[in-house]
Protein backbone atom coordinates (compact mmCIF):
# COMPACT_ATOMS: atom_id res chain seq x y z
CA UNK A 1 0.00 0.00 0.00
CA UNK A 2 1.52 2.89 -0.93
CA UNK A 3 1.01 6.53 1.07
CA UNK A 4 -0.08 9.33 -0.90
CA UNK A 5 0.60 13.04 0.59
CA UNK A 6 -0.90 15.86 -1.29
CA UNK A 7 1.76 18.67 -1.88
CA UNK A 8 -0.84 21.58 -1.89
CA UNK A 9 1.99 24.57 -3.14
CA UNK A 10 2.65 22.03 -5.93
CA UNK A 11 -1.08 21.79 -7.01
CA UNK A 12 -3.75 23.64 -7.95
CA UNK A 13 -7.79 23.11 -9.61
CA UNK A 14 -8.43 25.72 -12.20
CA UNK A 15 -11.71 25.78 -14.54
CA UNK A 16 -12.78 28.17 -17.33
CA UNK A 17 -16.61 29.10 -18.43
CA UNK A 18 -17.83 31.11 -21.39
CA UNK A 19 -18.60 34.60 -20.76
CA UNK A 20 -20.76 36.75 -22.71
CA UNK A 21 -20.59 33.85 -25.46
CA UNK A 22 -17.17 35.53 -26.84
CA UNK A 23 -14.57 34.74 -24.46
CA UNK A 24 -13.77 33.04 -21.35
CA UNK A 25 -13.49 33.79 -17.38
CA UNK A 26 -11.11 31.67 -15.49
CA UNK A 27 -10.87 30.80 -12.15
CA UNK A 28 -9.26 28.80 -9.36
CA UNK A 29 -9.91 27.08 -6.01
CA UNK A 30 -7.41 27.63 -3.33
CA UNK A 31 -8.76 25.32 -0.55
CA UNK A 32 -8.83 21.34 -1.99
CA UNK A 33 -7.67 18.07 -0.19
CA UNK A 34 -7.14 14.81 -2.45
CA UNK A 35 -6.80 11.70 -0.53
CA UNK A 36 -5.63 8.95 -2.80
CA UNK A 37 -5.51 4.80 -1.02
CA UNK A 38 -3.86 1.93 -2.76
CA UNK A 39 -0.70 1.51 -4.87
CA UNK A 40 1.05 3.92 -7.24
CA UNK A 41 1.99 0.32 -8.59
CA UNK A 42 -1.79 -0.18 -9.94
CA UNK A 43 -3.70 3.33 -11.09
CA UNK A 44 -6.65 1.21 -11.56
CA UNK A 45 -7.34 0.30 -7.88
CA UNK A 46 -7.00 3.36 -6.67
CA UNK A 47 -9.22 4.83 -4.54
CA UNK A 48 -9.51 8.96 -4.60
CA UNK A 49 -11.37 11.71 -2.93
CA UNK A 50 -11.82 15.05 -3.35
CA UNK A 51 -12.91 17.81 -1.43
CA UNK A 52 -13.42 21.20 -2.50
CA UNK A 53 -14.34 24.34 -0.69
CA UNK A 54 -16.73 26.37 -2.77
CA UNK A 55 -15.40 29.96 -0.88
CA UNK A 56 -12.62 29.30 -1.86
CA UNK A 57 -13.15 30.14 -5.53
CA UNK A 58 -11.19 32.77 -6.83
CA UNK A 59 -11.58 34.49 -10.02
CA UNK A 60 -9.42 37.65 -9.43
CA UNK A 61 -12.63 39.67 -9.23
CA UNK A 62 -13.99 40.47 -5.58
CA UNK A 63 -17.31 41.12 -6.99
CA UNK A 64 -17.84 37.97 -8.86
CA UNK A 65 -16.13 35.57 -6.51
CA UNK A 66 -18.98 37.21 -4.21
CA UNK A 67 -21.47 36.38 -6.65
CA UNK A 68 -20.44 33.21 -7.35
CA UNK A 69 -20.62 32.24 -3.21
CA UNK A 70 -23.90 33.29 -3.14
CA UNK A 71 -27.33 31.33 -3.68
CA UNK A 72 -27.20 32.13 -7.25
CA UNK A 73 -24.08 29.78 -7.51
CA UNK A 74 -22.47 27.30 -4.93
CA UNK A 75 -24.68 28.95 -1.94
CA UNK A 76 -20.94 28.47 -0.39
CA UNK A 77 -22.80 28.91 3.51
CA UNK A 78 -25.57 26.48 2.80
CA UNK A 79 -22.83 23.80 0.61
CA UNK A 80 -19.35 24.67 1.67
CA UNK A 81 -17.67 21.40 -0.10
CA UNK A 82 -17.53 20.05 -3.61
CA UNK A 83 -17.02 16.37 -3.54
CA UNK A 84 -15.85 14.40 -5.94
CA UNK A 85 -15.44 10.42 -4.88
CA UNK A 86 -13.72 7.77 -8.09
CA UNK A 87 -15.72 4.48 -9.26
CA UNK A 88 -13.64 3.35 -11.46
CA UNK A 89 -10.07 3.84 -12.97
CA UNK A 90 -9.43 2.47 -16.41
CA UNK A 91 -5.94 2.55 -18.47
CA UNK A 92 -6.83 4.61 -21.78
CA UNK A 93 -2.56 4.74 -23.30
CA UNK A 94 0.55 4.59 -21.06
CA UNK A 95 0.37 7.79 -19.04
CA UNK A 96 -4.05 8.04 -20.03
CA UNK A 97 -6.65 6.89 -17.55
CA UNK A 98 -10.10 8.06 -17.59
CA UNK A 99 -11.66 7.96 -13.89
CA UNK A 100 -15.45 7.41 -13.58
CA UNK A 101 -16.54 9.61 -10.22
CA UNK A 102 -19.78 10.54 -8.19
CA UNK A 103 -19.67 14.37 -8.30
CA UNK A 104 -21.51 15.98 -5.41
CA UNK A 105 -22.34 19.90 -5.47
CA UNK A 106 -25.17 21.51 -3.54
CA UNK A 107 -26.48 17.89 -2.97
CA UNK A 108 -26.63 17.31 -6.46
CA UNK A 109 -24.96 13.72 -7.14
CA UNK A 110 -23.98 12.87 -10.69
CA UNK A 111 -21.53 10.61 -12.62
CA UNK A 112 -18.87 12.24 -14.28
CA UNK A 113 -15.64 11.07 -16.09
CA UNK A 114 -12.25 13.09 -16.10
CA UNK A 115 -9.10 12.09 -18.22
CA UNK A 116 -6.13 11.56 -16.23
CA UNK A 117 -2.42 12.10 -17.17
CA UNK A 118 -0.30 10.60 -15.24
CA UNK A 119 3.08 12.41 -15.24
CA UNK A 120 5.62 9.36 -13.26
CA UNK A 121 7.03 9.84 -10.65
CA UNK A 122 10.50 11.51 -9.69
CA UNK A 123 12.76 12.04 -6.91
CA UNK A 124 12.90 15.43 -5.49
CA UNK A 125 16.59 16.62 -5.18
CA UNK A 126 16.10 18.75 -2.08
CA UNK A 127 15.06 15.93 0.26
CA UNK A 128 14.90 12.66 -1.47
CA UNK A 129 11.31 11.90 -1.13
CA UNK A 130 9.75 10.22 -4.24
CA UNK A 131 7.08 12.54 -5.62
CA UNK A 132 4.37 11.59 -8.55
CA UNK A 133 2.42 14.11 -11.03
CA UNK A 134 -1.20 13.34 -12.41
CA UNK A 135 -3.27 16.35 -14.73
CA UNK A 136 -7.06 16.02 -14.52
CA UNK A 137 -9.36 17.22 -17.16
CA UNK A 138 -13.03 17.32 -17.26
CA UNK A 139 -16.27 18.83 -17.97
CA UNK A 140 -19.66 19.53 -16.04
CA UNK A 141 -22.67 21.32 -17.06
CA UNK A 142 -23.62 23.56 -14.21
CA UNK A 143 -26.91 23.43 -14.70
CA UNK A 144 -26.96 19.91 -14.06
CA UNK A 145 -26.05 20.61 -10.12
CA UNK A 146 -28.11 23.98 -9.72
CA UNK A 147 -26.33 26.55 -10.25
CA UNK A 148 -28.66 28.28 -13.18
CA UNK A 149 -28.25 31.55 -12.55
CA UNK A 150 -27.92 33.54 -16.16
CA UNK A 151 -28.63 36.77 -17.90
CA UNK A 152 -30.15 37.44 -21.42
CA UNK A 153 -27.49 39.38 -23.75
CA UNK A 154 -29.22 41.68 -26.31
CA UNK A 155 -27.32 40.28 -28.94
CA UNK A 156 -28.68 37.10 -28.22
CA UNK A 157 -27.08 34.20 -25.89
CA UNK A 158 -26.29 34.55 -22.27
CA UNK A 159 -23.89 36.13 -20.02
CA UNK A 160 -22.13 32.53 -18.63
CA UNK A 161 -21.67 29.59 -20.09
CA UNK A 162 -23.39 26.38 -19.07
CA UNK A 163 -20.05 24.04 -19.48
CA UNK A 164 -17.07 24.45 -16.96
CA UNK A 165 -13.70 22.99 -18.17
CA UNK A 166 -11.57 21.56 -15.15
CA UNK A 167 -7.84 21.45 -15.01
CA UNK A 168 -6.12 20.13 -12.04
CA UNK A 169 -2.83 19.22 -11.54
CA UNK A 170 -1.53 17.37 -8.36
CA UNK A 171 1.42 16.79 -7.12
CA UNK A 172 1.74 13.95 -4.39
CA UNK A 173 4.86 12.59 -2.06
CA UNK A 174 4.53 8.96 -1.89
CA UNK A 175 5.41 6.56 0.04
Do not use: C
Not at 103 to 121: A, I, P, R
Amino acid sequence: MTTFKLDKVHSGIGFSVKHMMVSKAKGEFKDFDVQIEGDIENLEALNVNVEVKTASIDTNNDDRDGHLRSADFFDSENYPVIKIQSESIKKVSDEEYEMTAQVTVKDVTKTETFTVEYNGTSKNPMDGSTVAGFDVEGKLNREAYGLTWNAALETGGVLVGKDVKLQANFEFVVE
